[in-house]
């Protein structure tokens, strides 16, 4: 079964822009959850999906958005980019709604770099 | 605000070596936590998932326990290799609607 897949792996933006990252979660997962990483502050959680409604946001301002479709396949979106932005985004699947007694899987990251 | 910790931040041992990585975390109202190895420039791989009513997993050469009340976790490698030179990262479901809460992450590095 082939893992979770983000595409792109890699993206240069600059500032002021815009950017949409996709997560193709396992499939049969049916839960996709967004995570940044940055040196500074670790991993933190953006968001969760579950059949095509957010569940849960972390704590980010409202540039950031995303949104599931009806494959289960995800998007995040990231608007007026600043330097801050630059990051390794994550996606994670996982197959139950309440996906909080779930392992959590992966994808290898976009890495975006900001101008 | 639910906040991991993970001790040591960076660790160098000799192959062979058996050693524990600790994380303890704040809030011990926690569903479950996991542990994951993350290797340069890649995504996170899943070790272990302890849910919150388990003591212990194991998985070949890895151990983690869990002790809820006072919010600590140990993850225990055996013989360790240098293969297993990554960063380990420690983060808990808690109850709330903000997903994992992870801690900085363990740099592990294994001298052939």
């Known amino acids: 079964k082939a893992g979770v897949t983000q595409t792109p792996r890699y993206l240069i933006k600059t500032r002021g822009q815009q950017v949409t990252l996709s997560c193709s979660p396992i499939s049969g997962h049916r839960s996709v959850s967004w995570y940044q990483q940055t040196p500074g502050q670790g991993l933190q959680f953006l968001f969760e999906y579950f059949s095509e409604t957010q569940r849960n946001k972390g704590n980010f301002p409202g540039r950031f958005s995303g949104r599931q479709f009806s494959n289960s396949r995800s998007e995040m979106n990231v608007s007026t980019l600043e330097l801050g932005d630059s990051a390794l985004y994550l996606c994670a699947s996982s197959y139950l709604m309440d996906s909080r007694g779930e392992t959590q899987y992966f994808g290898p990251g976009t890495r975006l770099l900001v101008l | 605000k639910q906040e991991v910790t993970q001790i040591p931040a960076a660790l160098s041992v000799p192959e062979g070596e058996n050693l524990v990585l600790n994380c303890s975390f704040t809030?011990?109202?926690?569903?479950?936590l996991q542990w994951f190895r993350q290797d340069p420039g890649k995504g996170l791989t899943s070790l272990l998932l302890i849910q919150s009513s388990q003591r212990e997993q194991t998985s070949g050469r890895l151990n983690a326990s869990l002790d809820k009340s006072s919010g600590r976790s140990t993850l225990y490698i055996a013989a360790s290799q240098p293969g297993d030179s990554a960063t380990y990262l420690c983060?808990?479901?808690?109850?709330?609607?903000?997903?994992?809460?992870f801690g900085k992450g363990t740099h592990l590095i294994i001298q052939p």
């Open positions: 983060a808990v479901r808690g109850g709330g609607a903000d997903g994992l809460t």
């Open positions: 809030d011990s109202a926690i569903y479950n």
